[in-house]
């Protein structure tokens, strides 16, 4: 599976946009790239993926670079409620399995 | 739709005590797995299914069994529990078998083997 950088952690401010930055700079043409956030003491919760083009839907929007060699996730206006450790995940297509590194755990502050 | 459902929430176990974790899903979902997730580190898969009567071993299968006999439930069996096992143990299914099909996640559970 090729590997996933990102920031150990980062801070935002409530009702800001949050960028989380991903490096995949081995990733082949068929990895998916994938998002799932972990809220405290729950389960992973999808937030988005994407494969070439950006993406966006109720939760956030992805930001794909045009070599697919990092990526950025956004919140558009980050609540309490989005503190959580933010996984970004490569997948080749048919994967039987999504493998998360340590993530980031992102601050929302009041 | 209830989701993904886990049972217990909180567990404790002797060394080489035996127990079944529960997991069952309502969405009518092909693929079910189980993932361990120690202090803080990620998700490991221990084992998957992609369907009633299919499974296949993750990358940290020892120790575990399972079965899957309906499309809705999928135990998992700790044989003789060891205190390398205290973990918090996630379920998820999915509608298909894979990337890109978004997986569920149930809320866990957390076992301690003392």
């Known amino acids: 599976d090729a590997k996933t950088t990102q920031p150990n952690s980062m801070e935002s401010n409530e009702e800001e946009p949050v960028h989380l930055p991903c490096n995949h700079s081995?990733?082949?043409?068929?990895?998916?790239i994938h998002w799932y956030r972990q809220l405290p003491s729950q389960g992973p919760e999808y937030v988005i993926h994407g494969l070439t083009s950006n993406v966006n839907n109720r939760m956030a929007s992805l930001a794909i670079a045009e070599d697919r060699k990092s990526s950025t996730l956004i919140l558009h206006r980050a609540t309490l409620r989005d503190a959580a450790v933010y996984y970004c995940i490569l997948s080749v297509w048919g994967a039987q399995k999504l493998v998360f590194g340590q993530g980031t755990r992102l601050t929302i502050n009041p | 739709n209830a989701g993904v459902t886990q049972t217990p929430k909180f567990q404790v176990l002797k060394t080489g005590q035996s127990m079944t974790l529960q997991c069952a899903q309502d969405?009518?979902?092909?693929?079910m797995s189980w993932y361990r997730q120690d202090p803080g580190m990620g998700l490991r898969l221990i084992h998957y299914s992609v369907g009633a009567g299919i499974t296949d071993q993750g990358e940290v299968p020892n120790g575990y069994n399972v079965s899957r006999s309906t499309t809705e439930d999928f135990p998992l069996r700790l044989l003789s529990a060891a205190p390398s096992q205290t973990s918090v143990y996630f379920c998820a299914s999915s509608y298909g078998a894979g990337t890109p099909y978004e997986q569920y996640f149930g809320p866990g559970t957390r076992l301690t083997v003392t």
């Open positions: 081995t990733i082949s043409g068929t990895d998916y």
């Open positions: 969405m009518n979902h092909e693929y």
